[in-house]
């Protein structure tokens, strides 16, 4: 079975063994959450998108953390080459290289893998969702139009920081940059451009968290791709971890969760090595 169908039938599985060690019925919840009747009938078979908001007020209900979402969501040990009789895989793709831009698709590169997996992003997305688009394009898409602009500006001014960071501007890092921002669709004025840009020349924190990052997987996506650019030249310099850990204090992302996307990109690194 696909990993991410793998993923979502454990999440499924997840979702009702926890309502049930709740010791709650299908109408009890929708009673207690506001629900239609037969919603949760159908999030739990998975014909409705299971939503990051609907997922963080179903686990408090049921007093369970998101993870628990994705407990026992491991995927399996692959056969040994001997064992599979499959030819050698190729070469993972090295992050700078633009083939791996792609990243916001998500299994291409170690680092989109561990993206891809982080358990926010995918309550929010929905597990049914991952992989089918650009990851990007799935969290646009449940966001206004007025959303999606300042999200996409501040990313911009974000990622222009991280460049910057520590005192030079590679080529890779903006090719990078314009991949990703490419991904949004999102066409700006030349006024805008222009706002863009100062983000070189000076530290930029955002001023509108509700406006630019509604909810906590933008959070985590937006630190998710700053950690991505700034590896993508090999280990960053310490100028430039220390920016993105002063960003994540800013955007208030809780200190567990950028301890667990460290941890995550360290992870794929080893895996790249």
């Given at each position: 079975?696909?990993?991410?169908?793998?993923?979502?039938?454990?999440?499924?599985?997840?979702?009702?063994?926890?309502?049930?060690?709740?010791?709650?019925?299908?109408?009890?919840?929708?009673?207690?959450?506001?629900?239609?009747?037969?919603?949760?009938?159908?999030?739990?078979?998975?014909?409705?998108?299971l939503s990051f908001l609907q997922a963080a007020d179903l686990c408090q209900l049921y007093h369970a953390d998101l993870n628990?979402?994705?407990?026992?969501?491991?995927?399996?040990?692959?056969?040994?080459?001997?064992?599979?009789?499959?030819?050698?895989?190729?070469?993972?793709?090295?992050?700078?290289?633009?083939?791996?831009?792609?990243?916001?698709?998500?299994?291409?590169?170690?680092?989109?893998?561990?993206?891809?997996?982080?358990?926010?992003?995918?309550?929010?997305v929905g597990v049914g969702q991952m992989g089918k688009k650009p990851l990007m394009e799935l969290l646009l898409g449940e966001?206004?139009?007025?959303?999606?602009?300042?999200?996409?500006?501040?990313?911009?001014?974000?990622?222009?920081?991280?460049?910057?960071?520590?005192?030079?501007?590679?080529?890779?890092?903006?090719?990078?940059?314009d991949t990703l921002i490419e991904q949004s669709q999102v066409m700006l004025s030349e006024s805008e451009k222009k706002s863009?840009?100062?983000?070189?020349?000076?530290?930029?924190?955002?001023?509108?968290?509700?406006?630019?990052?509604?909810?906590?997987?933008?959070?985590?996506?937006?630190?998710?791709?700053?950690?991505?650019?700034?590896?993508?030249?090999?280990?960053?310099?310490?100028?430039?971890?220390?920016?993105?850990?002063?960003?994540?204090?800013?955007?208030?992302?809780?200190?567990?969760?950028?301890?667990?996307?460290?941890?995550?990109?360290?992870?794929?690194?080893?895996?790249?090595?």
């Amino acid at each position: 079975m696909p990993l991410l169908e793998a993923l979502e039938e454990q999440v499924l599985t997840n979702l009702v063994a926890l309502r049930k060690a709740a010791g709650l019925s299908q109408k009890q919840v929708e009673s207690q959450l506001g629900l239609r009747a037969n919603t949760l009938y159908d999030l739990e078979k998975g014909r409705l998108k299971l939503s990051f908001l609907q997922a963080a007020d179903l686990c408090q209900l049921y007093h369970a953390d998101l993870n628990d979402l994705l407990a026992g969501a491991d995927a399996p040990e692959p056969l040994s080459r001997s064992e599979s009789n499959e030819p050698p895989p190729a070469p993972q793709p090295s992050v700078s290289s633009l083939t791996a831009l792609g990243v916001i698709s998500g299994g291409i590169h170690p680092f989109a893998h561990a993206m891809a997996q982080d358990p926010v992003i995918v309550a929010e997305v929905g597990v049914g969702q991952m992989g089918k688009k650009p990851l990007m394009e799935l969290l646009l898409g449940e966001l206004t139009s007025t959303q999606r602009r300042y999200f996409v500006l501040d990313l911009y001014r974000y990622i222009n920081s991280v460049i910057s960071s520590d005192g030079e501007i590679r080529e890779t890092e903006v090719n990078l940059r314009d991949t990703l921002i490419e991904q949004s669709q999102v066409m700006l004025s030349e006024s805008e451009k222009k706002s863009i840009a100062r983000a070189f020349r000076k530290p930029y924190f955002g001023k509108s968290m509700s406006k630019s990052l509604p909810r906590d997987a933008y959070r985590h996506f937006l630190i998710w791709t700053l950690q991505l650019v700034a590896h993508c030249d090999g280990r960053p310099h310490h100028q430039t971890q220390t920016y993105i850990r002063q960003v994540a204090e800013h955007i208030r992302l809780p200190v567990s969760a950028f301890r667990y996307i460290e941890e995550q990109i360290d992870s794929a690194r080893l895996e790249e090595n």
